[in-house]
């Protein structure tokens, strides 16, 4: 596969996965949408852009526990 063609494939999953999102009425974050363009475009791995928003979430979890 050329490169061209992977940046096309992963360019679907993202749009794929925001309508998915949107059906469904779950938000995706500017944060998420960044890391999804990033990994689009092969600058991240899968693992690095899942390991980046789980560790975001971690973060703002944590930050509403503190709170209460």
Same mark, same amino acid.
């Given at each position: 596969?050329?490169?061209?063609? *992977?940046?096309?494939?992963? @360019?679907?999953?993202?749009?794929?996965?925001?309508? @998915?999102?949107? @059906?469904?009425?779950?938000?995706?974050?500017?944060?998420?949408? *960044?890391?999804?363009?990033?990994?689009?475009?092969?600058?991240?791995?899968?693992? *690095?852009?899942?390991?980046?928003?789980?560790?975001?979430?971690?973060?703002?979890?944590? *930050?509403?526990?503190?709170?209460?």
């Amino acid at each position: 596969m050329t490169e061209m063609q *992977q940046l096309n494939r992963r @360019i679907a999953a993202v749009k794929t996965a925001d309508a @998915i999102n949107a @059906i469904e009425g779950a938000p995706v974050t500017d944060y998420a949408k *960044q890391l999804s363009a990033k990994w689009a475009r092969g600058e991240l791995t899968d693992e *690095q852009a899942m390991d980046a928003l789980l560790a975001h979430h971690k973060r703002l979890a944590e *930050q509403v526990r503190s709170r209460a």
